[in-house]
């Protein structure tokens, strides 16, 4: 367990570029953040041996045991399932949790970001929609049986097997999709963690596409916490590019990034434009 009073407790989940997420985590770090960080399997060593370092020299970040994990796969949501167990052991005190990617980057000061949650600790932050009106393959989405063979990179969709697998699993469950990074405070977390509806839904997800983007709004939603939910992720997040990976920001949105209230933006790629990091590096420092 870890000793000292924590407000918000972070999963970073990275695969590589540790220069990158070292940034991030340097720039979220605060007295009351705690991080899980994890580092994909498939990642090599000396990404693992950065993790590592960065843990001993700071008690606030803890290293999860690694997975395999992969892009539109059941293995994101369990990976992240896993961390909140962790973390609710972890410490007693956090009463939010936020997900984020190596190649993210906070937007606001900490102190902001934890002063906001603290101001309605029942809020849930969870972007959500309906999946049949937003996505072309809604409909598709949740038909879809995901197979993850060990010696594929990638997970493979197999033809429909069972037209009611949602309803066979999940019952009258309302479907909806949404983004895949949320902020949860830790009652839902708890009682997400403790629902006799935990065995179901994984059953039902581990074998479908995109989980991640369905998981967790359709949970919340038809939970008690379902009036908590408010919709908006505090995440800055651009799709509109039409590709499914999200926008790589550069100093071109400077603008934008910098007039978001969003707590974090992704995603961001040195390799591409550093100075947009750099900038929002050099904003935090200096307020």
Known sequence: RLNQTVTHAHLVMVHNNPGQFTRLL???????????????????????????????????????????????????????????????EANQ???????????????????????????????????????????????????????????????????????DRWQRYLGNTRYFGGSSYFTLNRPFCEHMMSSPRLAAFEKYFRLTYATDEMYMQSFILDSPFGDSVVNANRRLIDFSEGTPRPRTWTMAHRDTLLASDAFYARKFDPVVDEKIIDLLEQRLSAG
């Not at 580092?39 to 700071?58: F, M």
């Not at 009106?133 to 598709?140: I, L």
């Open 93 to 163: 005190d956090w009463i939010y949790f936020s997900n984020l990617s190596g190649q993210d980057f906070p937007l606001r000061p900490q102190q902001e970001i934890l002063a906001e949650l603290k101001t309605d600790p029942s809020r849930n932050y969870v972007e959500y929609f309906d999946p049949l009106a937003e996505w072309v393959d809604g409909a598709k989405r949740i038909r879809l049986i995901r197979l993850e063979p060990p010696f594929m990179k990638s997970g493979v969709n197999l033809p429909k097997l069972r037209w």
């Open 26 to 88: 340097r720039a979220a770090d605060h007295p009351e953040n705690l991080f899980l960080l994890h580092v994909d399997a498939k990642s090599a060593a000396p990404i693992h041996q950065a993790a590592a370092e960065l843990a001993a020299a700071h008690p606030n970040i803890l290293i999860m045991p690694a997975r395999d994990v992969r892009w539109a796969s059941w293995s994101v949501i369990n990976t992240t399932l896993a961390a909140i167990r962790i973390l609710l």
